[in-house]
């Protein structure tokens, strides 16, 4: 059974930097890809960048870029979101999805407070 934990969450300053982690169960890394969204209260969930596990390709598709950074632990099987100069607008619950082909998994999430 594929199972996703999402953890790191937590309370920070506006400047401030999170390390994310998605613990991976039940399937061989490099067979999927994985992805970091977020949802904020009241807003539509929204993607913050994707990558393939396998190998280590990555994309942002916007402004988080340059500030934020994914990788992984292949030995681990745990994905890491790192979140640098973090700003209130970032304010969300954070979640980690996977796909393989048609079939998708999610994580709980991890919820990521920023203060001004």
């Known amino acids: 059974e594929v199972q996703l934990q999402a953890s790191g969450g937590g309370l920070v300053q506006a400047g401030g930097s999170l390390r994310l982690s998605c613990t991976v169960s039940?399937?061989?890394?490099?067979?999927?890809?994985i992805a970091w969204f977020r949802q904020a209260p009241g807003k539509e969930r929204e993607g913050v960048g994707c990558m393939s596990p396998g190998d280590g390709g990555t994309y942002f598709p916007h402004s988080e870029k340059g500030r934020f950074t994914i990788s992984s632990d292949n030995v681990k099987n745990v994905v890491y979101l790192q979140m640098n100069s973090l700003k209130p607008e970032d304010t969300a619950v954070y979640y980690c999805?996977?796909?393989?082909?048609?079939?998708?998994?999610w994580g709980q999430g991890t919820l990521v407070t920023v203060s001004s």
């Open positions: 039940g399937i061989t890394f490099g067979d999927y890809a």
């Open positions: 999805n996977l796909r393989v082909g048609w079939a998708s998994y």
